[in-house]
């Protein structure tokens, strides 16, 4: 497939899934179906992680510390949600990075957690099928982990999903007309660096990534928040997306910062308020922020590529499709 064709292919917009209430007979009848493999898709993958160690933890909606999403250039954030309590100013979380951080560096060496996620996304996004507003993430993190380890037990997740929900929801899939086209990966995954991807492809490298690979590939090298690993002497990021193919991206991830000095630098570097991050700098100055690495699996994407739908949103029971507010 050529450059051209791969545009074009993107570029069209995706039409906004209907709320709920506005299904016909057999789109209740497909929404029934999309949600039987999320829930199947969350039980696979909560019990991978649980037989790999992991402890389940509770997930955390307000904070004075949550993910700056800066200065990543994926990021498209219209507004953030900010509410006074107990006369302290408090966010809705972005991400959990910060609480995976501090819980894995003290008392949870290996957690995960089913994060709810409120991104206001720039209206103009509702028609990439790729966007919501909010979304939630399998959040994941462990001490003295790799980036490597983390590689390795994600594609091997990523394989055992896929091969079971073939196995066990295969009426399901097929009234998708999923089935046959759901393949199970091949690993190891490919592995390519982001410049070199960028050098080849140019400004549009993810969507040539997502639609010319028939297994996925995992990217690496991206210049992003302060809290993924940065080698100053070659200028390096040791982290890692997950790319499906045909649909993109489904999973961030990186090693972590843990010294006091580069995180400090990277923050004054990036202009983001100190304030924020106050408890992770201390934390760090006094040694007890520990190397760790981890990632978010978002849940609505991988189901997403998983049933072949066109609008993330479908996998909602209440779409959060960016500028529409639903009554429900």
């Not at 292919?9 to 995706?14: D, F, G, H, N, Q």
């Not at 039980?43 to 933890?57: A, E, M, P, R, S």
């Not at 003290?106 to 996304?121: D, G, M, Q």
């Not at 001490?143 to 390795?152: L, P, Y």
Request: include cysteine; glycine fraction near 6%.
């Amino acid at each position: 497939m050529s450059k051209q064709s791969v545009m074009l292919k993107l570029s069209a917009p995706v039409e906004a899934p209907k709320p709920l209430e506005q299904l016909t007979e057999t789109e209740i009848e497909r929404k029934a179906v999309i949600g039987k493999i999320t829930t199947y898709t969350l039980k696979n993958l909560t019990d991978y992680f649980l037989v790999n160690g992991f402890q389940w933890l509770l997930p955390v909606a307000l904070s004075p510390s949550t993910d700056p999403l800066w200065p990543d250039p994926g990021a498209s954030i219209e507004k953030r949600i900010e509410v006074d309590i107990y006369g302290r100013t408090v966010r809705t979380t972005a991400s959990m990075i910060i609480h995976k951080l501090i819980a894995a560096s003290t008392a949870y060496p290996k957690l995960f957690i089913l994060s709810p996620n409120v991104r206001i996304e720039k209206a103009e996004r509702a028609c990439t099928g790729k966007h919501v507003y909010e979304f939630t993430q399998l959040d994941f993190e462990a001490r003295n982990a790799t980036s490597r380890d983390i590689i390795r037990l994600v594609s091997d997740a990523v394989c055992n999903l896929v091969a079971s929900v073939k196995r066990d929801m295969k009426d399901e899939l097929t009234y998708l007309g999923r089935y046959d086209a759901l393949k199970v990966p091949k690993m190891p995954f490919k592995i390519c660096d982001k410049q070199e991807l960028e050098a080849e492809y140019g400004a549009e490298w993810e969507n040539c990534v997502a639609m010319k690979n028939g297994d996925p590939v995992w990217i690496t090298n991206i210049p992003r928040e302060f809290y993924d690993y940065e080698d100053f002497a070659t200028g390096k990021w040791d982290n890692y997306d997950l790319f499906m193919p045909q649909y993109g991206e489904v999973l961030s991830g990186a090693k972590r910062e843990w010294e006091y000095d580069k995180i400090l630098k990277k923050i004054e570097r990036d202009k983001i308020n100190k304030s924020n991050y106050s408890l992770v700098l201390k934390l760090a100055k006094d040694g007890r922020l520990k190397p760790t690495a981890g990632a978010g699996i978002g849940i609505e994407r991988i189901v997403a590529w998983l049933t072949g739908v066109k609008h993330i949103a479908e996998t909602q029971p209440f779409p959060r499709v960016p500028g529409t507010v639903c009554d429900l």
